[in-house]
């Protein structure tokens, strides 16, 4: 439904708009306003008539300016006379646009007009694309105009930045006007859209229960994706990845994108889309992706439809993401996405997806957007749904091109898809094509839309299907035949049947593991799995660290960085190698540069993370006179093999974690670190968290290495800024606590709180180094960062080392028996800890475990730890869990019991008795007081408790 929105506003519309009298809300739902547009009307009617004043004897200049004035009125308004809906429920006035009228310019009453052509040369393109026409009346081009912007095509494109792009698509639209459909295009078009319609109707009989959001109603849609990615095979892309919502998914997987009919049947009756040997919960039918070659006239292209969740338009950054990755390993590849006309108006993430388009560190060169509009939302009507004319409007913050087309006109179809790739192709910038059409049926096919749209639904009941009218026009115009439609019908309902009877015995292929993943394994597949080495030789990461702050000479660096971040890494450096004590920074920046070493490409990305949010990073240099920069790392460490990619982001979340786990499923050495500017601000891409990283592989089989870097930590730095959430990342792990099995083997993401520059440097790399992909979380550290008991000793990153996930202090005790207490604990309160033992001189009483990572359980090596221990002694000590976060944060509720288990299993064979003592804040709303006072005096009364004994 379109309505009819004044264009700017009067101060007094303004007024009116925003108390309410300038807006009326009829009882059939539709905005109106009343008087802000024909206020408009008149000023532009005097100010016209004051600019063209009447007369019969004009200056050919004068002419031509005037037609000029005409032309660029309808480039910009004539998409208000255009007719869009092909329910013919909104269907605007002709002639009520005033600034469509020949007659404003004087261009009506002049008569001599009516038969003597004007030059037309470099105003308006009227004729064969090939031999353009170079002088026509007025009235032809009058007609001329209103065909191609009153027409079947509402085009929006005078908000483009550039005359360029404008002049580009005025003479796109206005010469393709002469270009017809052969007919073989024409039954290319009609054949798809029949069995499209077929498709539907057998899935209605044979599976009458089933919710498959069928294309009845915007069967075009089918076409139109034929024609973009012929263009787009034809102008050598190599792949397309293709983002898009339930609507018509299922006809477009079998209609264009192979993916065999049977395999759906098999999916619908209920059994897993995977083979038998991958470990796999599976998803709805409606979320099904596929990978599969398509072929015109021998142009490939490699079509990527990517699973994705019912949470609409949370795929978009994500299949912008994975696109970027295809381009950084060579491939020319192009990104369509598809959307709900409520949904593209309505979802945020596709204002900050837009933002991500033109980021030298995210763009993919233009993602084509097609909005499937069928003018209602579930039960809503747009009117409800959003505060724009068009549903694609949120694309002018980008200056990007909107052409609404009436999905019953198959040629305006084709049009505007072959546009829309060919100006992707040209100007690489995204381009949104609506495809206006309507919803034949409910929401899904068992719902009544009748309760709530009964007039829109009047009319869809008593109008015939698009595939039956244009098959009937082809005949009529004598294109096809009665008989060859029968044809393609009856092939259509054999192949379907044959399909259906096929899932007796239908095995799902392996389509997993394949191609860049053959070397990949599913965690579970435990017999192949192996501890990655992720050491790697000293003098080389050296001499990496060394390079990462390597300034060009006579480089003016900023004095403080030179003495404390340069000087002081390059002093560390110099000592002997048994010496040398490393850093946090600098243990980052070893482990992606030995990454980059090893070939892997590597992804940093988040906002401010050349810097670093505090101020440890400096991966980049800025001379203080010229401002030119250097990024040592990214210049490339001399002989590394890698690819590097600082993507300093928007500020954004949401957009930006979906590129980049994008980036990471695309291929197993992509490795894409995604830097919060603290912990807490990953909640902003929740979404992408709940249905992608944490449960990515359960639903699609789909690995990523993505890894999150949270700050987190309790300085003082108030309620938002202390906490990254660790509770609950917990609470999306699935690491089981009812195993018996030593070492947890399907557990979906990787949770860390290191304590070490060596440790974060091993869970760094063995993201990459390992036999499989899983996504890891590292709650990172803010004042650690700075701390000067926070190094590690080069030895501890050597050749040889690993990750250490339980980090014990019990060699320290020559006699165990003496300690009273254990403590366990995760994360910086460890010095703290640390600090106030040696304070109180409590060593021999007190013992310090610290847990690095927290999921998958490290059970294995606490059991490994303890297995040395004195049962007996076990029994009489007090076990404890002391943490920084408040009772109802932190990792308290997920520890507890697992450290219970471990214990008990050790002393009593079975999980009896409930052991762990409970240290920390007390439970509360804000993850954190703000009040400085209060802050000091929790962290004191934490460790009275933890050292009364
Ligand atoms: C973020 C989100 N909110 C709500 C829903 C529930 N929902 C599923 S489809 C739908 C209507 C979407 O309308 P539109 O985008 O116009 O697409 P259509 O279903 O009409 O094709 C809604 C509200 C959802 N899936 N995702």
């Known amino acids: 439904m379109y309505r009819h929105a004044a264009r700017s506003t009067t101060s007094k519309a303004v007024k009116q708009a925003t108390t309410g009298s300038g807006l009326k809300f009829s009882s059939s739902s539709t905005f109106q306003h009343s008087t802000s547009h024909q206020l408009l009307q008149q000023e532009f009617i005097a100010t016209a008539m004051r600019c063209y004043a009447s007369s019969s004897a004009v200056s050919k200049d004068e002419l031509l300016c005037r037609v000029h004035s005409m032309v660029r009125a309808y480039r910009n308004y004539g998409h208000l006379e255009a007719n869009i809906d092909p329910l013919g429920l909104n269907v605007p006035k002709k002639g009520t646009t005033i600034e469509l009228n020949p007659g404003v310019y004087h261009l009506k009453d002049i008569e001599s007009l009516g038969t003597t052509p004007v030059d037309i040369d470099g105003i308006v393109h009227i004729g064969e694309k090939t031999i353009p026409k170079k002088q026509a009346t007025i009235p032809e081009i009058v007609d001329h105009l209103r065909d191609v912007y009153c027409g079947n095509i509402a085009a929006q494109f005078s908000h483009l930045e550039t005359t360029k792009e404008q002049m580009w698509l005025s003479k796109q639209l206005e010469s393709l006007q002469a270009d017809h459909m052969t007919n073989e295009e024409q039954k290319r078009a009609m054949s798809l859209m029949v069995e499209s319609e077929a498709f539907d109707h057998f899935m209605a009989k044979k599976f009458p229960s089933v919710k498959r959001y069928g294309l009845e109603g915007c069967e075009s849609m089918i076409y139109a994706m034929d024609v973009v990615f012929e263009e787009l095979a034809n102008s050598d892309i190599s792949d397309i990845i293709l983002g898009m919502p339930h609507r018509g998914r299922l006809n477009l997987l079998t209609g264009l994108l192979n993916f065999p009919t049977r395999a759906l049947f098999h999916k619908v009756k209920g059994y897993s889309e995977f083979p038998e040997e991958l470990v796999a919960t599976g998803d709805v039918l409606s979320h099904l992706g596929v990978s599969t070659e398509l072929d015109y006239h021998n142009k490939k292209v490699q079509l990527h439809l990517l699973n994705n969740p019912s949470h609409l338009e949370a795929i978009n950054p994500v299949a912008l993401g994975k696109t970027r990755a295809k381009q950084s390993h060579g491939s020319n590849a192009a990104c369509i996405l598809m959307h709900g006309d409520a949904s593209f108006a309505g979802q945020g993430i596709v204002a900050e997806t837009f933002t991500l388009s033109r980021l030298p560190l995210f763009r993919t060169g233009g993602t084509i957007h097609i909005i499937l509009n069928n003018q209602i939302g579930f039960t809503t009507s747009p009117t409800l749904s959003r505060s724009t004319r068009y549903s694609g409007d949120v694309g002018k913050m980008v200056g990007c091109p909107i052409l ?51 007039k829109m639904y009047q009319v869809i009941r008593k109008k015939p299907t698009f595939p039956a009218t244009y098959t009937e026009d082809l005949i009529g115009k004598n294109i096809v035949t009665t008989e060859e439609v029968q044809q393609i019908k009856d092939k259509c309902n054999q192949y379907l049947d044959a399909e259906f009877k096929a899932v007796e015995g239908y095995k799902p292929e392996k389509r997993y593991f394949l191609g860049d993943w053959h070397n990949i394994i599913q965690a579970s597949d435990f017999s192949k799995l192996s501890l990655p080495m992720t050491g790697y030789n000293i003098d080389r990461l050296k001499e990496i660290a060394i390079f990462s702050v390597k300034i060009p000479e006579g480089f003016n660096v900023h004095k403080h960085l030179e003495k404390h971040h340069i000087g002081s890494r390059l002093q560390a450096l110099q000592k002997d190698n048994k010496d040398v004590n490393v850093d946090w920074a600098t243990a980052e920046v070893m482990a992606f540069g030995s990454l980059l070493d090893e070939g892997y490409t590597v992804r940093l990305s988040g906002q401010d993370v050349i810097r670093g949010t505090f101020n440890q990073r400096h991966l980049e240099f800025v001379d203080q006179e010229s401002e030119k920069r250097v990024l040592p790392l990214l210049d490339a460490i001399p002989g590394a093999r890698g690819r590097f990619e600082l993507a300093q982001s928007p500020l954004s979340e949401f957009a930006v974690m979906g590129f980049e786990y994008g980036y990471t499923i695309d291929n197993p050495n992509n490795f894409s670190v995604n830097e919060m500017q603290f912990g807490d601000f990953f909640n902003g891409a929740q979404i992408i968290i709940d249905t992608f990283i944490n449960s990515g592989e359960d639903k699609w089989c789909l690995c990523s290495g993505m890894t999150l870097l949270l700050p987190h930590g309790y300085d003082g730095a108030g309620p938002e800024h202390s906490s990254g959430r660790i509770e609950r990342f917990l609470q999306l792990c699935d690491s089981d606590i009812n195993t018996d099995e030593l070492v947890q083997k399907r557990v979906n993401m990787c949770v860390v709180n290191c304590t070490t520059p060596a440790n974060y440097f091993h869970v760094l790399r063995r993201q990459m180094k390992r036999k499989f992909r899983k996504p890891l979380v590292v709650f990172s550290p803010k004042t650690l960062l700075k701390k000067k008991e926070c190094v590690s000793n080069l030895s501890e990153f050597d050749e040889g080392t690993i990750f250490q996930r339980v980090l014990t202090d019990d060699y320290k005790h020559a006699n165990i028996t003496k300690v009273k207490k254990v403590l366990f604990c995760s994360g910086k309160i460890y010095y703290d800890l640390f600090e106030e033992r040696a304070k109180k001189n409590m060593e021999n009483e007190v013992m310090i475990i610290r847990l690095e990572q927290l999921s998958p359980f490290p059970f294995e090596q606490l059991y490994q730890v303890m297995d040395k221990w004195d049962k007996e002694w076990m029994k009489t000590v007090n076990w404890t869990w002391i943490q920084e976060e408040h009772e109802n944060m932190g990792a308290y509720t997920y520890v507890a019991p697992r450290l219970n288990k471990a214990i008990n299993t050790v002393v009593h064979g079975d999980n009896r008795y409930n052991l762990i003592k409970y240290i920390g804040r007390n439970a509360a709303s804000a993850p954190a007081t703000g009040l400085k006072y209060d802050h000091l005096k929790e962290i004191e009364s934490i460790m009275t408790a933890a050292f009364k004994l």
């Open 404 to 454: 609404a087309v009436n999905a019953e006109d198959v040629e305006a179809v084709k049009k505007v898809m072959s546009i829309s790739a060919k100006y992707r192709n040209k100007f690489a910038k995204d381009i949104i094509v609506e495809l206006v059409g309507y919803r034949r049926h409910g929401h899904n096919e068992l719902d009544e839309p009748a309760f709530t749209q009964p």
